[in-house]
């Protein structure tokens, strides 16, 4: 944390110090009161530029605030997006985003009906020269509660995801433990599992929290015997582990697919769900 600060404090003496940057922000979870941070939280820093033209096509600039381990760029090219992206991870541990935008751009942002998401999740005004932050509506950080799913919404997790586990004993079947992690994290776990957590958690705290990105505070909101079933559903790469594991997690998204249900009178097919629960489990595997 100390290194952050430091790198802060650098950042802000250079923005108030360089004539071209005209306002700066610093947004996302070190501002937000909802968001959990640590020691590894990252810096994220929006700058507007009056003649951005240096600023995006050199990275020289970058280096003033330390040893550069590594950096990514987005919207460079061209510049003809909302703005354009360097982000920097420096060598003492510490990772930069930084924002740039032009007047024009920034102004475009500013005056529009909605706050953009990215300062609705909050945002602190480093400096204004210009008034250009006048019209800057209020973040109200509502963008990262968990929103109460439609009747559509929660039948299409719910089929989506009874569809596709029958791939598990598939590839249980054939021992191809690499399209089966691809099928239980890249897509089970991440697209129907977490947002079946998430609708568990907000109906039990009156859809009035956020559980942060794929489910960093699950743990803080799910009892010892929750959290501790959910961590049953992982293993490592031995397919025996693997096929429990599996079971698993159809027998925990069953338990919470009925609570939400419950919980916002919607429907569920618990005679599928069974029959499922039953193919999968029966399965041989190598």
Not at 87 to 94: E, S
Not at 125 to 151: F, H, R
Not at 189 to 200: A, G, N, Q, S, T
Not at 210 to 230: I, M, P, V
Request: hydrophobic share 40%; glycine share 4%.
């Amino acid at each position: 944390m100390e290194n952050r600060n430091l790198k802060l404090e650098a950042i802000k003496n250079w923005i108030n110090d360089n004539k071209d940057i005209r306002a700066a922000l610093i947004t996302s979870s070190l501002v937000n009161p909802l968001a959990p941070i640590d020691d590894f939280s990252d810096l994220d820093i929006e700058l507007v530029f009056e003649d951005s033209e240096n600023y995006i096509q050199s990275k020289e600039w970058l280096f003033q605030f330390g040893d550069i381990l590594n950096y990514y760029e987005e919207g460079i090219e061209g510049f003809d997006g909302k703005h354009a992206m360097r982000m920097v991870q420096y060598m003492d541990g510490v990772k930069v985003d930084f924002k740039i935008y032009s007047v024009e751009q920034f102004l475009a942002e500013v005056n529009s009906p909605i706050l953009p998401e990215d300062w609705d999740i909050g945002y602190e005004i480093l400096t204004d020269k210009d008034n250009l932050t006048s019209n800057l509506k209020p973040p109200t950080y509502q963008v990262s509660i968990i929103k109460k799913p439609s009747t559509e919404e929660f039948n299409k997790i719910v089929d989506d995801f009874w569809w596709d586990v029958t791939y598990i004993p598939k590839c249980l079947a054939r021992g191809d433990l690499f399209y089966l992690k691809f099928m239980v994290e890249k897509i089970i776990r991440v697209e129907y599992l977490i947002p079946m957590i998430e609708w568990y958690v907000a109906s039990q705290n009156h859809w009035d929290i956020t559980t942060n990105k794929y489910g960093r505070l699950f743990k803080k909101y799910l009892s010892e015997q929750e959290w501790a079933q959910l961590e049953e559903t992982f293993s490592g790469s031995d397919m025996i582990e693997n096929k429990i594991a599996c079971n698993k997690l159809l027998q925990v998204f069953n338990i919470l697919a009925q609570k939400v249900a419950t919980n916002l009178n919607y429907d569920y097919d618990q005679q599928k769900a069974n029959s499922i629960l039953n193919f999968v489990s029966t399965i041989h595997y190598k």
